[in-house]
């Protein structure tokens, strides 16, 4: 009975004594949303607001401009090709770091965070120093007739750079936390490791996998900085979705410029959307 | 079927798991790997499984070398510590996973399957649970439902990683003489792991006493209980007093009727009940007084205090029935004759 007594007394302290008087929770409140209105909401609606500055004909045959369509194909071909790999390097890695003891385990796991603290920039220029014409490969690749750099796989390896932390990320707390219990009953009672892999890793990875792939998705999509040192910005080749943007926006071509744009900030509402969806579907699972 | 190990050996880095293990488990057998924990009992047990691998050795099932072969062809049922039920699956499905994923040629139809699976949630009786997920049962009930999906394949050995250890006192209790009935209607060749003696005691027709990762003694449990082979046994397995042989401890020891000069060690191990108590007919000359006693049901122990070295004094411990004590009429403090009826001796 004691223990109960305690426990009422220290949950009704805090709404009693503790609690912060209304201006205080108004005034928080208050700014948060602010300041949220005016750095996010108020941005995203200008993007729409241009896009659709000079009307619905405007925007969508900007839109269907050749070069801007040739920026979303790239752009959805880069994610296409960018995230199986991602996916299947994310849940090989998280693997092999929550079911192995090995030298230097630790050191990997910093090393797939690299990408999160090196600028983007910098991933670009390291492809081009590596595959450019000047660069340590570019004299063999020039002599192969391979382009890699202000070309298609430049761009391809660029998103690669800065989105492969992504899915393992999410998977290695996951799989550490599961543990190796299931697999092995499964493996008892005669699956193979691939039975074991489909029929109980997925399923009790699914949620996170999903996650992962999601948010390294919309970085694939968005990323700009890598790619724009690598893609040269050849108009309806070698420019993505941001990058069109980018190069619509120097050119005062601000309908074609925001309506891109609102293509971006539809994938980012999406997105979150969806991460929302996910985090919610997890919460009902603990 | 039989189990035969020989020269098993592990280490973990410097730390040397099981040494040199030689072990044979004839068929039919309900064995008990005993022994504290960090002895290599579980390792012991994976290694038999395939889980783990010896880094010397070699396992023998039914007198076939399968040191080499992977858990999947060794026909094994292995039942988890924490029970390791997917989590993801109903009940049913959980069973019906190790009929499922055998190859399409030896693969029952689903109805054979479905009948399978209900004829075995009958046999550990919780067939109304079928549609339910693991989250949502008790730990008696996954700790069955594990042995259920373990025993669908029908496995020809039965291996369980301390079964009982995740549960609740009464549901323990239960359980255990459960699974020794189910063994003896099954007759699979079974072998658990445990740190508890009398769990081993009392469910387990053979036990391997374990420490160090070398097997101590290995027989019924009323040999390891009556005949320990060794001091670590004998203190592992039930309560024992444990004598250091010194000049001291003469007077008192030989009026309890053992000697010093006795040619057979100089460690005595006495069990309690093996201490017979009298009121002392010389209250001047007997050292020993009755300190306290507790109710322990059917027998009370007489927690006794003999002056030891420097007027200190240590206790020993005695068992008698409760109606014998009535009748002795004993009150703390009372001076008190021993007669030590059966001892161990270990150098």
Redesign the interface.
Known sequence: MSTTVVSQKAIAAPTRNLADPDWVRYTLVGATLAIIGLFLILPLATVLISAFAKGWTAYSSSLSHPDTLAAIRLTLLTALITVPLTTVFGVSAAWAIARFQFRGKSLLVTLIDLPFSVSPVIAGLIYVLIFGAQGWLGPWLSDHDIKIVFAVPGIILATLFVTFPFVARELIPLMQEIGH??E?????????GL?TFF??TL??IKWGLLYGVLLCNARAMGEFGAVSVVSGHIRGLTNTLPLHVEVSYNEYDFVGSFASASLLAALAIVTLVLKALLEWQQQGKH | MSITLQHISKHFGAFSALDDINLDIPEGELVALLGPSGCGKTTLLRIIAGLEHADEGQVFLKGDDVTRKPVKNRQIGFVFQHYALFRHMTVFDNIAFGLRVKPRKERPSESQIREKVHALLNLVQLDWLHDRFPDQLSGGQRQRIALARALAVEPSVLLLDEPFGALDASVRKDLRLWLRHLHHELNVTSIFVTHDQEEAMEVASQIVVLNHGKIEQKGTPSEIYDHPGSDFVSRFIGQTNVFHLKQEDNAWLQTAGIALDDPQGIIVHVRPHHIAVEKAADPANAPVYLHDWQHLGGTIRLELNRPGVNGSAATLYAEMPNEQFKELALQKGDRVALKIKHAHWFN
């Open positions: 219990e299931e092995e009953a499964a493996l008892s009672l005669g699956a193979s039975q029929r109980i399923p009790n």
